[in-house]
């Protein structure tokens, strides 16, 4: 069955402190992982996109990595700000079917000054 | 810049009425898409649509229909609003199809139904 487990559920940091996010998936055959941003009350924003090559790739104080062989990514903010508060969520695309999308149920990040 | 935009931000529709909620997008994309989002179930599938007057059902199509009359317009219809379909929906569109183009969503419609 293809799944998508984000973890933690929620999470709760100090400003200017770092955290990680991780994302667990048995997509098969696997494309593409995205991690989008959504901010409260709006839709979810594009952080990173990564193919089977690829194992990291940064978007400013972002860093997302991929593990093709045990199908984990993580996603790694540097020194947080109040504007990282929003939740995460993982996206992973397999190659075949018209429906091939399959989402995490996402991360909901608090940062508190 | 890609710009999604939904009809309402917050809606309160009463069982059994009929719902129409619209999407449009500004950026000529071939594929657009309804989702719902509840909380701990994350974004569903409802419907997709890869072109004009064509749809494709996703993974929770009960209870819901669609229309893309004109390429940038994707609506989602609610025949008979039930309190089960109180949820966030979101919209998206895509240039292409398979998890190799970026989705940009909408802001999303907040839909009470009482």
């Known amino acids: 069955k293809n799944q998508v487990e984000q973890s933690p559920q929620s999470l709760i940091i100090l400003e200017g402190k770092n955290c990680t996010l991780q994302?667990?998936?048995?997509?098969?055959?696997?494309?593409?992982l995205r991690w989008y941003k959504q901010d409260t009350g709006r839709g979810p924003v594009s952080l990173t996109i990564?193919?089977?090559?690829?194992n990291t790739k940064s978007n400013g104080r972002y860093t997302a990595t991929l593990d093709a062989d045990t199908k984990q990514s993580s996603l790694h903010i540097t020194a947080s700000q109040l504007s990282d508060s929003a939740s995460y969520i993982c996206v992973v695309s397999r190659q075949t079917g018209a429906n091939n999308l399959f989402f995490g149920t996402g991360t909901r990040l608090t940062v508190i000054p | 810049d890609v710009k999604v935009t939904q009809s309402s931000r917050y809606l309160v529709k009463r069982t059994g009425e009929k719902v129409f909620l619209e999407c449009v997008q500004d950026m000529d994309h071939e594929n657009m898409f309804w989702y719902r989002q509840d909380p701990g179930l994350g974004l569903r599938l409802i419907y997709f649509?890869?072109?004009?007057?064509?749809?494709e059902k996703g993974d929770i199509p009960e209870g819901y229909s669609v229309s893309r009359e004109k390429k940038e317009r994707f609506s989602l219809i609610l025949e008979s609003a039930s309190t089960n379909q109180t949820s966030m929906y979101l919209c998206?569109?895509?240039?292409?199809?398979?998890?190799?183009?970026?989705?940009?969503f909408g802001p999303g419609t907040r839909l009470t139904v009482t």
């Open positions: 990564m193919t089977f090559s690829e």
């Open positions: 998206a569109s895509s240039r292409g199809g398979g998890g190799t183009y970026e989705q940009y």
């Open positions: 649509s890869y072109d004009v007057k064509m749809k």
């Open positions: 994302c667990n998936y048995t997509v098969s055959p696997f494309s593409n």
